[in-house]
């Protein structure tokens, strides 16, 4: 099938203007491809990770490491999902630039195929990134990505709002009966939503 560009272009679910490399706390929603459960298990309200979840598990963990302008706050990774916030504690090192006087400073809006380095979207790309890589050795494949396109997020701007998400994001496995990730309790295939009290 030939390119169309009104049929195959996607639409970014960024916020319009945003400055992802802005310092702050973003809730983060990054889902399997075709919402595989790939990770592990929930048995009685608790998550089972199994070797590709551990994978997942821990990728997230060294975030900080790669990206030092990262903390990791809360998450949980799921059978098909994970849901994290990640603090970003100051603008990353070449993010912005010095500009003269007269130049108008515009914000590190990122457009497609343009990363901003250090920006969110560069984060969990590199995440998603490596997941899949350690995960193709596994399979033996190579190229492969587990993940679905882009992420879901939420900045969060007000304390009560962090601490409704935390709140979420650790009762995840003791909803996941009820979850609309979850294949079994959901089957149309919908976009990601969820109840958060934001």
Known sequence: MPYDPQKHHRHSIRLKGYDYTEPGAYFITICTKARQCLFGNVVKGEMQLNSLGYIAFNCWQTIPDHFPHIELDTFVVMPNH???????????VGARHCL???????????????????????????????????????????????????????????????????????????????????????????????????
């Open 82 to 92: 994970l849901h994290g916030i990640l603090i970003m504690t100051e603008n990353p």
């Open 100 to 198: 003269a006087l007269n130049q108008h400073i515009e914000h590190n809006t990122e457009k497609f195929g343009k990363p901003v380095r250090g920006s969110m979207s560069t984060v969990i790309g590199s995440y998603k990134s490596v997941v899949s890589k350690r995960i193709n050795i596994i399979w033996q494949t190579k190229g492969q990505s587990i993940w679905q396109r882009n992420f879901y997020e939420h900045i969060c701007r007000e304390q009560k709002s962090i601490d409704n998400i935390r709140e979420y994001i650790l009762n995840n496995p003791q909803r996941w009966a009820d979850d609309p990730e979850n294949l079994q309790h959901n089957s149309d295939d919908q976009n990601f939503l969820f109840d958060i009290p934001f």
